[in-house]
Structures are given as C-alpha cells and as structure tokens.
C-alpha cells in the first residue's frame, strides 16, 4: 500500500489525477446504424473501475478524424464501496462517423493502474469496429459485450478460474487472447474459446493487472458489403482474417495471502440456486422494471454487500438474511434508447476475507409490445416437454411453428400446442454451463424461404432444461443431486441415478423427509447406483468408486474403493441385480485427520451387452498399465457421478463400545490379525497417509463409537427454466442471444 500512496502522490504532483487508481476498464457498443446520409451512428458505454471517485471517466477519440460529432453525456456513478474501496462509473458517448473506410476505430489511454505487482502504469485500449452489412442479419455488425465488477478478490490459494463474460449479439464465436501490447501476468493463461482465466502456477499475492482482448468471429459464411459498395466474404470461424469487432477489457485481480479453507460456501461465498447462471441471456423491455436477483451464502463470513457492474440508475437492494445468506435485488428500467442494447450485468458477493466467484449475464433490451405468452416446460431425466398456451398468444398460428429441428412436429389440442423431445433429438443442443448441464430447444415461426425480410409477427420462444452437473456443495446445505444426464450419439441419451438404501433388498431408498439418517460406524451403507437409458438393452459396468473428504473427485486425499473394475476394499461386497444395476454395500469409514465428511465418486460406462471387447466384458484389470482401446460404438465414454457428504457428526473421540452389536456381528469375517491403525495420526503404508479409520479387527481394542451421519437428501432432480417467449416485429430483435456459439 505504501507503493500505491506514494504513486498517488506522484501523480497528484505532476497534476495528473485523472481516475487516481485505475482498475480496468471496458466498453460495450449499441448495434451500431447506418444513416440515410451515409454516415454511421456509433453509441457505446464505457464502465470504468477505480478506488475512489469513478467519475472523470478517461476519454476516448475517435480515429481517424472520421467522426463529425462525439457526445459524451454524463458520467454517474454506478456503484462504489461505503468504505471508498472501489467504485465503477459508467458513461454514454455517441459518434457520427463519416467514413469510406471499411472499419472505424477508437482509442482512450490513461496513466494511473492501481499499484500493481506488473509494475503498468500507463493503459491504452483500444476498439475496432467492421463497418460492413452482414448477409445473415442484412444489420451492421455488432461487437462482444463484456464487463467485469470493479474489484475482484481472490484469495492466493483459493484461485482456480475467473470466467469472463464474453457474449455476441449476433451469435459469433467470440476469441480472447491477451493483449500483446501489454505483458501478461505471469503464470496465468487465458482459454481463447471460453475467456476463462486459469493459472499455471503459483500466482504471485498483490495486484495483477490484465489487458484481453475480445475479437468476434463469424460461426457462419457470411458476406460483407460496405459503404463504397465493395463486399468481403468471411468463412465459418475463419480466424486468420481479421475480426469483425474487438474490444478490449481491463481488469485487475487482487490476490489476497492464502486463507485456511477454499471450499465455497466456507468463507468464500457460494451463489445459491436463484442466482442466474454465468452467461445466461435476460430480457428487459422497455420501460419496465427489469430486476436480477441473486443470493449467495458464506457460513464462516459475513457477507456485506454485493459488487454490481451494471447500466446507469440502475439500483441495488442489498439484503442479510439469516445463516449467513445475504441477497441482492438489481432494479433496472430500460429508457427508449436502451432499445436493443445488450446491457453486461456482472456480480459478486463481498465478504472483507474474500469473495464469490463472479457472475455474468447479459440483458437485452427489446420493445415494450412483446405479448408475453405462457407455457411450460417439463423436464424428465431423458426427455423435455414444452407446452405452450395458446389463450395467452393470439393470432399465433401453430401451423408456422417449429423447434429447431423441424422434421419434429409440435401436436395440439383445443388449448395447447405442445413439443416432446428426448435430449438427443429434434436439434436439442447440449451445452455445458460449468455447473450446469443444460439442454436447449426453441420454437420458431417459420418464414417463406424466399423472403429476405420479414416484417410478419414473429415467435420465438427459448426453452431449456438445466441439472446441475456436479455437486458443488458443502454438507451444510445437504443437497443431493441424483440423476445425472449424458448423451452420446450411439446411445442417445442416458442418466444414472445414485442412492443410498436402508437395507440389503435395495428397494428402500433413504428417503429425503428422513434426513439426516445416522449410522454407526461399522454399520454398513447400502448403494446403488442405476442406468436408465432410452436403449432397451445396454449393461452398466461400475469402473471405479473413490472417496474423498470434500467434492472434488481429483483431491489428492482420497480412497479407492473399487478401481480398474476390481473390488480394492475388503469391505466391499456387490450384490446381484440386473444389468442396468450395480448395487453394493461398504463399512461405514471416515477420512483421518480433520475431515467430517466423506464424498463418493464413481466412474460408470454403459455398454452394448453384445459387445465382446468393450469394458463392461472385461471386468477387473489388474494391470491398469495395460491401456486398452475403446471399443467403438460398443461403449460410452467414462462419466463421473458424485454422491455425498456423508457427514460424521460428534467428536470422533475413541470410546468402548463392547457391547455394539454391529461391531460384534461385523467381527467374524475379520482375519484376525494384528490390531487395526486406530489412531488418527497413524500412518500408513499407502501415500503417507492413514485414510481408513476403520476397526477391522479386535473387538476389544477401543472402538470409535462415533455417529456415522449420512446427511444426503434428495433433492428434486429437475431445474426447469423457461426464458420468456418473445414476439416481435422487428428482425433486430430476433437475433438468437440464447444460445451461445
Ligand atoms: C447525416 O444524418 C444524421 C442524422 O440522420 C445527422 O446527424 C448527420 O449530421 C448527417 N451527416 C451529414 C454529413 O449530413
Ligand atoms: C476531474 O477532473 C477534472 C479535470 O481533469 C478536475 O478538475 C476535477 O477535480 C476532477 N474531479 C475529481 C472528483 O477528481
Ligand atoms: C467517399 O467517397 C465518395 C466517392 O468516392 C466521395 O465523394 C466522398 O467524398 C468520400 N467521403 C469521404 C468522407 O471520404
Ligand atoms: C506514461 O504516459 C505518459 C504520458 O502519457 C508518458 O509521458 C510516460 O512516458 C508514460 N510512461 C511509461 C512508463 O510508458
Ligand atoms: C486458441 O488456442 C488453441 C490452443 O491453445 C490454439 O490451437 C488456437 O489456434 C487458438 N485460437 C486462436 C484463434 O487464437
Ligand atoms: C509460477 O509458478 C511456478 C510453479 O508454481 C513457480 O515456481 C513460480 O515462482 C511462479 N512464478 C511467479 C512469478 O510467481
Ligand atoms: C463455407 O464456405 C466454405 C468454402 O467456400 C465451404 O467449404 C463450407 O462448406 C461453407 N460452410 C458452410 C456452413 O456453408
Ligand atoms: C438517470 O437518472 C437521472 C436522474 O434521475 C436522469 O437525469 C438521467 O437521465 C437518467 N439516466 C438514464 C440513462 O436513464
Ligand atoms: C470488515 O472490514 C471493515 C473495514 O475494514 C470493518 O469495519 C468491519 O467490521 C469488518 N467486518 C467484519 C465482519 O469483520
Ligand atoms: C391439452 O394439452 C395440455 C398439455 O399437454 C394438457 O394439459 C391439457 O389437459 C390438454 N387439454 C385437453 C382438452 O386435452
Ligand atoms: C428384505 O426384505 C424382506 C421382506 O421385506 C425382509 O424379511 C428381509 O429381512 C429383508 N432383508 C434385508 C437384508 O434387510
Ligand atoms: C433393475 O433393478 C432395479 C433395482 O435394483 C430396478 O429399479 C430396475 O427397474 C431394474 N431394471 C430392469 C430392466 O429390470
């Protein structure tokens, strides 16, 4: 911080205290238009980030000498910290461009990065925008819309990923690579497809200040003709060209010094359901309130306020509930000339050790004549089912309707128009939202194939099915995910459901109202776990079953339960059912050291039964050096599913349990042989570590009579979301903003 204060000095010295302490930047255009004249109109926002006193934004010029106007409007503040840690400003500036050039650009520069382990002082940033008309959307083209919070937090041991929001209106692929004219913080790297921050190392503590870049790429062959009456034709996702539009994002990172514990939801907040997921598409109309709400829990932090990056006037309603949840309510109510933006939303939720993952969405502002229809979707563990009302949408034609594939036809009655798709089927795309697995299909009007431009009503209506793809949840919340869903072309698509049961018929799966189920150690847990597949024939094979003491299924400290197909604990036993089931049971054991909970994550595969050399017909392989081919078409890739916590509840403090019948029962099929690793701290031979704190022996040894907790309840298997259907008279609107490609 002394660095930081004597530069403030510094600067204020030479008299540039223009933005004391920058934080980063970004700008995110209006689909630019062209004018009758021939000249274009040119209107984007800059969000600038800082410590204090967000206001005197740094300007942009125009290059070129090519605009015949630039109005900046007022800058205002759009959120700050109450203890004058950050703040974010956002301001509007619309240009005329009069230009026979193919391309118009822009260029800003300031002097003040905040401090920064990088050692930048000066920035530069810079926007370059293709003044062509697309043949697809016969608009000019639009640019990748971004932003970020002022200030993200990551504590140094804590950093894993920081997914940037890089959304294109017009459905380009979206590239991000690092700016060159800038360095690159060192052991960080940046996924050019998904703009996701990750590191390669360590990362030093202190502030890291990035410069990215966001370039758009056409996903179709399209054809550009400009002003001058030239055209250029671009191929599908040709990146050797150069981009339609690119922006550049600033932003700066603060690694904080390691903190004990990562796992989200301990200090570090975790969002819950109700937050929108990172890139989902919002709609706003205009003149109606528009409100995001997002909640997030930390159980050993206090959550003080959320960072919000958002349009101006919008308002925030920060709120703390109980058991340490604290939510936000982002009020927005889009003016006329918000008309067709697509407004970057990002947020975070703050606590003085740390900070949420941050999230962002991207809201679209659309006309305020949109009929808004109802339906609904229902979403099973392979299929999807739309059904659409039609007293809530007038004068819309069913027969002009279709989902993405149109070879599957919608059916209706007196009242309903209705779809039914399995996930693999009638162009149902799979996309994987991170913690999300979500199924997309959307209902269409149909348009004459020889009609360029359509002023017709228009429907199109987004709908979606969303599991969640792995638990990302502490014992505290006992969430429990069962059915988890894949696809593969030869197999359409499948799930697999993983429970516990309360005896060895299996019949009786624990029941959510009966958590938490205790058991004593020893007591013997009872799973199963069960393909349900749209194939009529197909074999479950069970490859491997590791515990580990927290969700993640790669942690270091874990224990294999079954591995390579072969049965690795003596515990274990498989019971017989049919080939669509694995059930088994294994003693009830827990992790040494100071872990409460137990995580299981099996790796399953799905086999053609007739398949001579797939996995399912090899079994247990006790050489695992040995690779072996995937037998084609015969199998499915291997799918991790999770299920837990088991949490042990009371002081696991050794204590005679002489008269414990399990233990008595249990202790006949035990070799008798030496006496059993019973102290926590003992090591054993394996890894160093003791893992299985088990009584696997002498009954009259000490025995842990602690309280096996099988804190695991059912939750319901389905998110179901449903964007609302949209109407609308002009194509502008229509641009696909769902899905993301
Ligand atoms: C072109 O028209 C726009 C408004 O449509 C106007 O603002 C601009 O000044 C005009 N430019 C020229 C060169 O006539
Ligand atoms: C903003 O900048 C202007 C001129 O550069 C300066 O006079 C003014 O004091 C600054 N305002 C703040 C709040 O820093
Ligand atoms: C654009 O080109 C036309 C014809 O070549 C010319 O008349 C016009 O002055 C040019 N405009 C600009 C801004 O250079
Ligand atoms: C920063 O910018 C100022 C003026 O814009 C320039 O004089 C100075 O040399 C730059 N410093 C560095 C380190 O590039
Ligand atoms: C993105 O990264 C991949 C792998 O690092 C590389 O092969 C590819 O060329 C990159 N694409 C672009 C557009 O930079
Ligand atoms: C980058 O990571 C490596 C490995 O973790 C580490 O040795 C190195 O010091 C790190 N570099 C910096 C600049 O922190
Ligand atoms: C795009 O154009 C290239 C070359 O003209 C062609 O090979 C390719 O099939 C086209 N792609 C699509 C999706 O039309
Ligand atoms: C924000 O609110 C102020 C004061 O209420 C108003 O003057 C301004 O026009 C509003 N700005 C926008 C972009 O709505
Ligand atoms: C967080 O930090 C602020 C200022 O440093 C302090 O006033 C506040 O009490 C702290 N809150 C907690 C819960 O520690
Ligand atoms: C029409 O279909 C909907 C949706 O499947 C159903 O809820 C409704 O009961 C059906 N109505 C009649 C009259 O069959
Ligand atoms: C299985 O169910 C039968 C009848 O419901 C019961 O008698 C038997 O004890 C059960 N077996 C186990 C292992 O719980
Ligand atoms: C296989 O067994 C499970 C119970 O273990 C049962 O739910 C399922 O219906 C059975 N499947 C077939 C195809 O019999």
Redesign the pocket.
Known sequence: MEAGALFLLLSALLGTALAQSFYGNSISFMPPQKKNNGTFRVTFYQRQNGRSSCQNQSSFTCEGGVCTSFDKSNVLQTDQDDAGRWCQSEGQTTATVSTNKTSFSLRGAGCCWASNVNGKTNWTTHAELDLGTRSDSHALNSCPVTTTVSSLRVPQNCFSRIRLLAHDPDGDNVRCRFSSDAPVPSNFTLDNTTCTLTSTGQISVGVQVFEVMLEDFSA??ITLTYADGTSASR??SDTNLPPLCKVKLQFSVEVLPPIQRCEVGHVQPMFLSKTPSHGDVLHATVGQTFQLYAEAQAHHASIYDFQVSGPQNMSKVFRDANSGIAEVTVSWTPQQSDLYRFVPVCFTAETNESQSEMRCVVVMVTQASIIQGKATVECSPNKMKVALDKASMPGIDENFLKLSDPSCSLTSNNTHITGSMSFSTCGTKVEDKGDFIVFKNEINSFELPNEIITRRKTVKIGFSCKFPKAISISSFYNLHKSDYIFTESSFGSFGYAFEIYRDGNFTDKVDASAYPVEVKLLQKIFMGIEAKSELPNVKLFVESCKATPDDNPENTLSYDIIKNGCLEDETVQVHPSNQTSFNFEVQAFKFTGNYDQVYLTCSVILCKPDSPFSRCAQGCLKNPSRRRRRGLGGETVSHEITQGPLQFVGPPVPKAADDDNVVMKKSDKRPSVSPPPVSPDTKSSEGGWNIKQILNSNISTAVFACVFLVSVVFMAVIVCYFSKKRKEEDRNALIDSDLEN
Do not use: I, Y
């Open positions: 179709t062959n191929q599908a």
